[in-house]
Structure formats: structure tokens, C-alpha cells
């Protein structure tokens, strides 16, 4: 049995930080939104399911993220952004230092620059992000030390390992 | 930058990003959820029909509404009657009928017959046994058994809502058409052929005969008077024939019984009691049987095939799952969903059911049938049946 008012406490709880994590990894405000919808909308579907789970929000985050790296979806959000938000300029009122950010993260590869949200935003461990994304966690490790690499010629100090 | 820094410069962004967010409402979310489950029942069910490996045996390419006019049921076929509103184009009608069903986890929920969801929730849980909920033709109250320890009763709870009723001790109820009288089942424990037990206190005594402690009985609703019909004294084995389901006619004078299995997979089949005349109900295969029960016919193995359940539909035919084989060693090699007449002729072929899968809890309502096969829901039409919604024991249609 699907409780309306549960998806919706954790629907209002968590959409913000969601989109504001999807649109570090997509680089897209407004697909961001549009992929955070649908994957809402996805854990509706399922909620007699999915509000079981130990951490739901994680559940939503991967199928946005997954919905976004889709091809054919990628091609639909963009026109349908268009439609709607016109040229994308949705950066312009965000802090310079994170629009700098999240542009350098849009030159690494998909795979690094999820690994480093989840580790540096969401606070993910290398355990916890093998578990959402389904890698080992060696290759979270790489991807995590190849996207500093990756980062650090575009960020003009680069990104360097607390001591 | 530090990696610290950069963890704080992205946080503080995506934060700021995320308080700028003018989320829709949740209400839109859910809206947007439950037409993607409703496109995912439809696509499932059209590959399903492309593959022609439906759930239960058929796909469903109708998508005429339960809430619509059905064409005549008898002799109807899969193309018959016209095409309705398609809820994958219009969305679906609230006012479409509903089915009550109980659900895995015991709770007693109103469904809609069209996507399938949740209405209301009439009894969050209760130690329900399946295949035996029954509605009031008024549509006001839902009959349901409970099974506590050795203690089999009947409860009633208004569709409305509202806290359950202890009607009386038995299983399998059933509301006479014009809803004055209620039919259901004494036996020893247990509802349902496979569920016989014999834990419990007088169940067992073998000097009773098992089959002598199955009976039929139809209760005054008003008054609660009560006609008990036993088995016949001169057919009384030692062997028992479990009472799996009761159909009124809807002339409200015939019970269709479907019995079975009796032992080594036999006895299976419906029995045809007349509440004026008979005394006593006889299961199918016995010899005094032959007048009353529903003959077997068509293939395959017409001589071993049964009748696994049974129901009347409203024009005085029969809703029927028909399989084969009995006997030992237990091997089902054809389920199959029907529509027959009083003489076991097949009038048309609602579905295919998966050899695998127990299909029960058959209703009928208008031109409308439903079965569950395993716990997925199925309604058919006129044309073929399709999923509804799946974690069901029992479900009756809502009049």
C-alpha cells in the first residue's frame, strides 16, 4: 500500500538537495530538475517498495542520475528545457566560485565527476558510493584520484588531498 | 584549492542551487507516478499480446473500462462489442467499478478496476483466508472470513468503512443476488482444497467421517436462521472433499460448489445445489452426483479434466477454470479460463491460465469476470483478460 503522505514528507525533505546534487553532476539546472521529477515520479510508482528501503533518497538519486545519463532521454530533457527555459543560462545567479566548479566538472568523464559528487557532496564513502553505483570500490578510489587529476588544470589551484 | 575548500565551495553552491528550487507539488509527482504505472501496465501487457506469453496465459489488447457497457456475455467473443475510452488517451474514470480484494499482508482494500490502485483501505489487517471475500449486491458490505487458531468465522465491514462484524462461524461467504441471504461453508479448518487441516478439536475424529463435516449453509441475513446442507448420509466417505468456492445463481435459488480435491488429486468439480429442493449437496464424482454436477466436456482428456472452481455469471452461465489432469502424480498439463453453459459446453475462451499457477477467486459482474491467478488480478471483457494489479488472495467485484 503506496501512503501518499509518507512520499510527500519525503518528497518536500529532499527534492532541493537532490536537484542541487544532480545538478553538480549534470551541470544542468533544468535537467536536473526534469531528471529529479521523473525519478520521484518512478519512486511513486514503486513506493509500497522503495519507502522500504534503508535510504530512499539514494534510490532517487541513482535513477535521476540514471535517467540523465540516458541518451535518448538526454535529447528529450534538452528540448524539452528548451522548450521552457530557453537558452540555458541558469548559472548566472549562482556564486562564481560554484558555477567555476561545476563547470570544471563537466570536462571530466561521467563516471569521475559522479564519484566526486557522491564522495564530496553527498559525503559518500568509498564503500557507500561502490554500493550506489555498483563499482568496485578500487574503481570508486580511481575515479576519485583521476578526477582531482582531472580537475586540477581547470580550477585554477587545482584540487589537493588534505593532509 | 584545498579539498576541503572544494568540498565546502561545492556544498555552499549546490546548496544555494537547491534553495532556489521551485519544486512542483507532490500531488503532480504522484499524478506523474501513477501515469507511468498505468503506461507500464498497458506496455506489458501489449508486448505480453505481441509475444503471446500474456500473465495468466493472455495479454490484454482490450482496454474498454469495466464502467462501460458490456455486450452480452453469453456468446460473446474477443472481438465482440465496441472499443471504450482508452486509458492510455483519456485518464481513467474514478467512477469505474471496483473490486475489493485482500492483499497478501491481510488488509482489506477497495482497488479500481481500470489502473488497479488503492482506493480505500477498509481493514488495515486481519488473519483473512483467501479466496473468500463476497460484496452485498448493494455493494455496502464486504463479507470476509478469518481464520483464528481453530476458530473460522465470518465478519462483515462496511464498503463505506467502519469496524469490522462477527457474522457467524464458516468460510467461503457468498450474498444471495437479492442480498438477504448469506451461503458459506462449516468444515473442519481451514478454507480452501489445500488447506485442510486436522489439528483442531473434532476435525480429526475419524468416526465422524471427514466428508460428513462439510456443509453448505445459507443464513438468514435478517433473521439468522440458518439451512444447513450435508453431505448425503449414504455417500459419506472417509474421505474428505473440500469446499473451494460458492456461486449464487442469479435467479438466488442454485449454489454452484466447486469441491476438491478429494484424495489422490480426484473429486475435483461443481455441484449444482438447489436451496428449495435439495437437502443435501453432493460432491462431484460421487455416485449420486451425476444429476448435479456440471458435466466435463471439450479437450483435452475430457475424462480427466475438471473443474478447479467455478462461478455463475449473471446471464445463468458459467465462469469456469478448467484443467487437466487429475490423478497421481499430481501433473497439470492445461489450465484454462471459460465461459460454459449449464451443460459444460464451451461458450467462449477468456484465457490461458499458467499450468503453474493456481487460478481462483473467479467473480463475475455484468459482462466483467475476474480470477486471480497466483496473487495477480485479472479482468476480462469481451475481449481477453488483462493485469490489474498483483499481492492479492481473494478479490469480488464491488456491484
Not at chain 1, 41 to 62: F, H, I, L, N
Not at chain 2, 256 to 281: E, F, H, K
Request: charged share 20%; proline share 7%; glycine share 12%.
Amino acid at each position: 500500500m503506496r501512503d501518499p503522505r509518507s512520499f510527500d514528507a519525503f518528497y518536500t525533505g529532499s527534492v532541493r538537495r537532490l536537484v542541487g546534487q544532480l545538478h553538480a553532476m549534470t551541470g544542468s539546472r533544468a535537467e536536473a530538475e526534469d531528471c529529479v521529477q521523473e525519478a520521484y515520479a518512478r519512486a511513486w510508482q514503486r513506493w509500497d517498495k522503495v519507502s522500504g528501503y534503508g535510504d530512499p533518497e539514494a534510490w532517487v538519486r541513482t535513477v535521476a542520475y540514471r535517467v540523465s545519463i540516458s541518451s535518448w532521454r538526454k535529447a528529450a530533457n534538452m528540448r524539452a528545457a528548451h522548450r521552457r527555459h530557453g537558452v540555458p543560462d541558469d548559472n548566472r545567479a549562482l556564486n562564481p566560485d560554484y558555477v567555476a566548479i561545476v563547470t570544471a566538472l563537466r570536462k571530466v568523464s561521467a563516471s569521475q565527476r559522479q564519484a566526486i559528487v557522491l564522495h564530496h557532496l553527498v559525503g559518500l564513502s568509498v564503500e557507500e558510493i561502490a554500493r550506489e553505483t555498483g563499482a568496485a570500490a578500487g574503481t570508486v578510489k580511481a575515479r576519485l584520484s583521476r578526477g582531482r587529476q582531472a580537475l586540477a588544470p581547470l580550477l585554477d589551484e587545482g584540487v589537493h588531498c588534505d593532509a | 584549492m584545498r579539498e576541503n575548500e572544494f568540498r565546502a565551495r561545492l556544498r555552499a553552491g549546490a546548496a544555494e542551487l537547491g534553495a532556489s528550487v521551485n519544486p512542483s507539488e507532490p500531488e503532480l509527482i504522484r499524478r506523474r507516478g501513477d501515469r507511468r504505472r498505468h503506461r507500464t501496465m498497458i506496455t506489458s501487457g501489449v508486448l505480453a499480446f505481441a509475444v503471446g506469453a500474456g500473465g495468466g496465459g493472455v495479454a490484454y489488447a482490450s482496454l474498454a473500462q469495466p464502467g462501460q457497457p458490456a455486450s452480452p456475455a453469453s456468446g460473446h467473443s474477443a472481438t465482440a462489442g465496441p472499443p471504450t475510452a482508452s486509458p492510455a488517451s483519456a485518464p481513467p474514470s474514478d467512477s469505474a467499478p471496483s473490486i475489493v480484494g485482500v492483499t497478501t499482508g491481510g488488509a482489506i482494500q477497495v482497488f479500481s478496476s481500470v489502473t488497479g490502485l488503492a482506493r480505500t483501505t477498509l481493514v488495515q489487517k486481519t488473519d483473512a483466508i483467501g479466496d473468500a471475500i463476497a460484496v452485498s449486491p448493494s455493494g455496502a458490505t464486504v463479507y470476509f472470513a478469518v481464520k483464528r487458531g481453530c476458530a473460522d468465522s465470518i465478519e462483515s465491514v462496511p464498503v463505506s468503512g467502519g469496524t469490522p462484524a462477527v457474522v457467524t462461524s464458516g468460510v467461503l461467504p457468498a450474498v444471495s443476488p437479492d442480498g438477504t441471504r448469506l451461503a458459506f461453508v462449516r468444515e473442519p479448518s481451514g478454507g480452501g482444497p489445500s488447506a485442510v487441516q486436522y489439528g483442531c478439536p473434532g476435525s480429526g475424529d475419524a468416526t465422524a467421517k471427514p466428508s460428513a463435516l462439510y456443509h453448505v449453509v445459507v443464513r438468514d441475513l435478517a433473521t439468522g436462521q440458518e439451512t444447513v446442507y450435508p453431505a448425503p448420509p449414504d455417500e459419506i466417505a472417509g474421505m474428505p472433499y473440500a469446499i473451494s468456492h460458492l456461486s449464487w445463481a442469479p435467479s438466488g435459488q442454485t449454489l454452484l460448489v466447486s469441491v476438491g480435491p478429494g484424495q489422490g488429486n480426484g473429486g475435483w468439480g461443481l455441484s449444482v445445489l438447489d436451496t428449495a429442493t435439495s437437502r443435501y449437496y453432493v460432491p462431484p464424482g460421487w455416485p449420486a452426483a451425476s444429476a448435479a454436477a456440471v458435466p466435463v466436456t471439450g479437450s483435452p482428456d475430457a475424462a480427466r479434466s475438471y473443474y478447479r472452481e467455478g462461478v455463475f455469471t449473471p446471464d445463468g452461465g458459467m465462469f469456469v477454470n478448467r484443467m487437466c489432469c487429475d490423478g497421481v502424480p499430481v501433473r497439470v498439463t492445461s489450465s484454462k479460463l471459460l465461459k460454459i453453459n449449464s451443460a459444460g459446453q464451451q461458450i467462449r475462451q477468456v484465457a490461458i491460465g499458467f499450468t503453474d499457477r493456481d487460478h481462483s477467486s473467479l467473480d463475475a459482474y455484468g459482462g466483467w469476470l475476474l480470477y486471480l491467478s497466483a496473487h495477480d488480478l485479472f479482468i476480462a471483457g469481451p475481449g481477453p483478460a488483462r493485469k490489474i494489479t498483483t499481492g492479492l488472495i481473494a478479490a469480488a467485484w464491488v456491484p
